[in-house]
């Protein structure tokens, strides 16, 4: 059989092009690598929790049903994604590993070890969590402590009583840094620059509406430059703000290199660590895309979410390289519908 779609990926992405696809009647098929859907989010460390309510976290259809927290957990988000497969009906399969994407005389082969699934269309959707980044840095090879990145991160009292340093500014260092200050025997911050951090009384929606009034001005050909930031900005969810009053929330600029035991500063101050927490970000899940050769520097040239080089090929959920917010939630339903809408059109041609 030759799919009228095949997406690659079962996260909220792949699940948010889906829903519109359903109202197109083409048919598609979900691969997913996980053995059980919520994608990236059953990975999430305990504690993590939305920076939105659940009224801003939703996903096309269906509102994320409320929570008695004010910011909705890891697990209520998870159980929202394997709910929302089940509710739309969505046909998944899982776990597939898909391996490569190839052309073939009907548009696509997606190969996934001896297995291969004909698609005229193809939706990439496979995230970032996949493709944990560390910054490349001088000793770090000879350094003997713990290494650890956020994606791996999952409870604070494994740290305790050691001296750990925090790397990176954004929600997850600061989220990860404010629990592990209450276990470790000491901790230190470092980020490239001073974190921003997000007033008091606002959450991750000013986030959203900081997004869509940079999605407005692109639409309208304005410059975004004057606008106010992206999702870097820390949010100051309760432990934040605890932390913040421990004064843990002090960061210092990095390193100049690691040794066998710790770090050296260029002004030749020198610490030691038992860990490292890398809250340094991911890269794009892109490998199985590699065989269409259209990957340069971690990323593939889009139209929106269209590939420009490949036709029939989709890329959703990326960041903000495949629309703004994308990667959110709530951001990922403006390509999801666009998506949808140039794949019916593709089709019909
Ligand atoms: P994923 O959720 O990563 O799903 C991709 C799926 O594709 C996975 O199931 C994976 O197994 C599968 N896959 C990957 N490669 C293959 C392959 N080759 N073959 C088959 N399947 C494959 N967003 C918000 O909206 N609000 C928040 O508060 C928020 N907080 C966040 C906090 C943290 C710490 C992080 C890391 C992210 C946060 N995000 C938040 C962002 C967002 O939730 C995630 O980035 C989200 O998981 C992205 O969804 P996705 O569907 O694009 O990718």
Same mark, same amino acid.
Request: include cysteine.
């Given at each position: 059989?030759?799919?009228?779609?095949?997406?690659?990926?079962?996260?909220?992405?792949?699940?948010?092009?889906?829903?519109?696809?359903?109202?197109?009647?083409?048919?598609?098929?979900?691969?997913?690598?996980?053995?059980?859907?919520?994608?990236?989010?059953?990975?999430?460390?305990?504690?993590?929790?939305?920076?939105?309510?659940?009224?801003?976290?939703?996903?096309?259809?269906?509102?994320?049903?409320?929570?008695?927290?004010?910011?909705?957990?890891?697990?209520?988000?998870?159980?929202?994604?394997?709910?929302?497969?089940?509710?739309?009906?969505?046909?998944?399969?899982?776990?597939?590993?898909?391996?490569?994407? $190839?052309? +073939?005389?009907?548009?696509?082969? @997606?190969? %996934?070890?001896? &297995?291969?699934? #004909?698609?005229? =269309?193809?939706?990439? *959707?496979?995230?970032?969590?996949?493709?944990?980044?560390?910054?490349?840095?001088?000793?770090?090879?000879?350094?003997?402590?713990?290494?650890?990145?956020?994606?791996?991160?999952?409870?604070?009292?494994?740290?305790?009583?050691?001296?750990?340093?925090?790397?990176?500014?954004?929600?997850?260092?600061?989220?990860?840094?404010?629990?592990?200050?209450?276990?470790?025997?000491?901790?230190?911050?470092?980020?490239?620059?001073?974190?921003?951090?997000?007033?008091?009384?606002?959450?991750?929606?000013?986030?959203?509406?900081?997004?869509?009034?940079?999605?407005?001005?692109?639409?309208?050909?304005?410059?975004?430059?004057?606008?106010?930031?992206?999702?870097?900005?820390?949010?100051?969810?309760?432990? $934040?703000? +605890?932390?913040?009053?421990?004064? @843990?929330? %002090?960061?210092? &600029?990095?390193? #100049?290199?690691? =040794?066998?035991?710790? *770090?050296?500063?260029?002004?030749?101050?020198?610490?030691?660590?038992?860990?490292?927490?890398?809250?340094?970000?991911?890269?794009?899940?892109?490998?199985?895309?590699?065989?269409?050769?259209?990957?340069?520097?971690?990323?593939?040239?889009?139209?929106g979410t269209r590939a420009t080089g490949t036709p029939g090929l989709w890329?959703?959920?990326?960041?903000?390289?495949?629309?703004?917010?994308?990667?959110?939630?709530?951001?990922?339903?403006?390509?999801?519908?666009?998506?949808?809408?140039?794949?019916?059109?593709?089709?019909?041609?």
């Amino acid at each position: 059989m030759t799919h009228d779609v095949i997406l690659i990926g079962g996260g909220q992405a792949a699940l948010s092009v889906a829903y519109f696809l359903r109202r197109t009647g083409r048919t598609f098929h979900i691969l997913d690598a996980e053995p059980a859907g919520g994608g990236a989010w059953q990975h999430g460390w305990d504690s993590l929790r939305l920076f939105s309510p659940a009224a801003w976290s939703s996903i096309a259809g269906w509102p994320m049903p409320p929570t008695g927290d004010t910011y909705p957990g890891r697990d209520h988000v998870v159980d929202y994604l394997r709910a929302y497969e089940q509710r739309y009906a969505l046909p998944v399969e899982r776990p597939v590993q898909v391996s490569a994407v $190839v052309h +073939d005389d009907q548009g696509f082969a @997606v190969q %996934a070890g001896d &297995r291969t699934w #004909a698609a005229r =269309t193809v939706v990439s *959707a496979t995230g970032t969590w996949r493709k944990p980044f560390v910054p490349e840095v001088a000793g770090l090879a000879e350094f003997t402590g713990t290494q650890l990145h956020s994606a791996h991160y999952r409870r604070p009292d494994a740290f305790a009583g050691q001296r750990v340093m925090v790397v990176g500014g954004g929600n997850s260092g600061a989220q990860i840094l404010a629990e592990v200050s209450l276990w470790a025997a000491q901790t230190l911050w470092v980020t490239p620059q001073v974190p921003a951090f997000l007033p008091d009384d606002v959450d991750g929606r000013v986030l959203f509406e900081r997004a869509t009034a940079r999605w407005r001005a692109q639409q309208e050909g304005r410059s975004v430059d004057v606008l106010p930031g992206g999702f870097g900005d820390v949010v100051m969810v309760p432990p $934040v703000v +605890d932390a913040r009053a421990r004064g @843990v929330l %002090a960061s210092v &600029r990095p390193y #100049a290199h690691f =040794t066998r035991d710790g *770090a050296v500063w260029a002004d030749g101050t020198q610490r030691s660590f038992d860990a490292v927490i890398w809250c340094t970000g991911f890269r794009p899940a892109l490998d199985h895309l590699a065989p269409l050769g259209i990957v340069q520097g971690g990323q593939v040239a889009v139209d929106g979410t269209r590939a420009t080089g490949t036709p029939g090929l989709w890329l959703v959920g990326y960041g903000e390289w495949t629309g703004t917010a994308s990667a959110t939630l709530v951001g990922v339903m403006r390509s999801a519908r666009s998506t949808a809408a140039e794949i019916d059109a593709y089709l019909a041609r």
